[in-house]
């Protein structure tokens, strides 16, 4: 019988990594990317992170509260990973300790001191959801989509990197979307 490989079940596999300083921690939004990983590619690929605290109802993912960064992981591989932009004490969250790059050069702190700020640099979001708490910003790029969390105050708290939620058609009636389905790709 071979070697089976570690699931990303019960027990912690980030646990076993080292965190490796020679790694930068930065998000390429050109490439979709969480330092060297992109979605789909295997959790080990992340182990550059050091050890991380498991936690999400199903234990699927790995939380970073001290670097602001959180991951999702489906069959061992990368689903999907958050930044905060802003400490989230409520979620016990710092801001994100590493780097944003965007067309090829790093992002200032200030693209995110509000939404006009994020959409003057990003365009218009394929759809803007809002309520009391917040308002989520969805842009769609085909496989990969990007929402930003603006809190009531108009800053922007967090970017999360995942497949298009918005390609359920129960969570674009949830979301009450009224554009087409998919949407024209966007440069970006």
């Known amino acids: 019988m071979g070697l089976l490989p570690k ?9 076993e990594w080292r965190e490796n300083p020679l790694v930068p921690l930065e998000v390429d939004l ?3 990317r969480l330092g060297p990983v992109a979605l789909g590619d295997p959790i080990e690929k992340l182990s550059f992170l050091g050890p991380g605290r498991r936690s ?11 670097k602001g960064l959180t991951f999702g992981a489906k069959d061992a591989a990368l689903d999907w990973f958050t930044v905060f932009l802003q400490p989230s004490p409520a979620a016990r969250f710092g801001a994100f300790r590493g780097r944003l790059k965007f ?7 200030a ?23 917040e308002a989520l910003l ?11 969390e603006v809190a009531p105050s ?9 497949p298009p939620l918005l390609a359920d058609p129960e969570q674009r009636a949830f979301y009450k979307v009224s554009k087409p389905w998919p949407p024209p790709q966007a440069a970006g």
Not at 7 to 15: D, E, W
Not at 111 to 131: C, I, K, M, Q, T
Not at 138 to 148: A, D, I, K, N, R
């Open 7 to 15: 699931r990303f079940t019960a027990t912690n596999p980030s646990a």
């Open 30 to 32: 050109d490439r979709h």
């Open 56 to 66: 999400g109802a199903d234990k699927s993912w790995v939380e970073y509260p001290m």
């Open 103 to 109: 067309r090829g050069s790093p992002l200032a702190p």
């Open 111 to 133: 693209a995110f001191a509000s939404e006009p700020e994020a959409v003057r640099l990003f365009g218009e979001p394929y759809w803007r959801d809002a309520d009391e708490d």
């Open 138 to 148: 969805f842009y769609e790029f085909g496989p990969v989509e990007w929402q930003l």
């Open 154 to 162: 108009g800053a922007v708290t967090a970017l999360t990197v995942s």
